[in-house]
């Protein structure tokens, strides 16, 4: 059973940056990716960015620029780096890790992110 553990959300006012973490409990080769979802109150949860096994990167458009996905594969970990946060960025984010074997995918239990002055 792998394990997503999430840490790095808070609050933070508009125009500052947070870093997200999270840890998975197997080698990040394991998986095809890693990405980064986020739910606000009464939405959808939605994409965020995404980390290929080949370290390719994509983006949902409204973060473009503003957020980077990285990885640490000696720790097992990702990040999203988060710059220039606006109120519309406040959601519950969610690490998610999908297996190259079977396709499975995991989600962690989501770290919340509150952008208000």
């Known amino acids: 059973q792998v394990e997503l553990v999430e840490s790095g959300g808070g609050l933070v006012q508009p125009g500052g940056s947070l870093t997200l973490s999270c840890v998975a409990s197997e080698s990040m080769f394991e998986f095809n990716s890693m990405a980064w979802y986020r739910q606000a109150p009464g939405n959808r949860r939605e994409f965020v960015a995404r980390i290929l096994l080949d370290g390719t990167t994509t983006y949902e458009d409204s973060v473009k620029g503003r957020f980077t996905a990285s990885r640490d594969t000696t720790k097992n970990t990702v990040y999203l780096q988060m710059n220039s946060l606006k109120p519309e960025d406040t959601a519950v984010y969610y690490c998610?890790?999908?297996?190259?074997?079977?396709?499975?995918?995991?989600w962690g239990q989501g770290t919340q992110v509150l952008v208000s002055s």
């Open positions: 998610n890790a999908v297996l190259w074997s079977d396709g499975t995918s995991y």
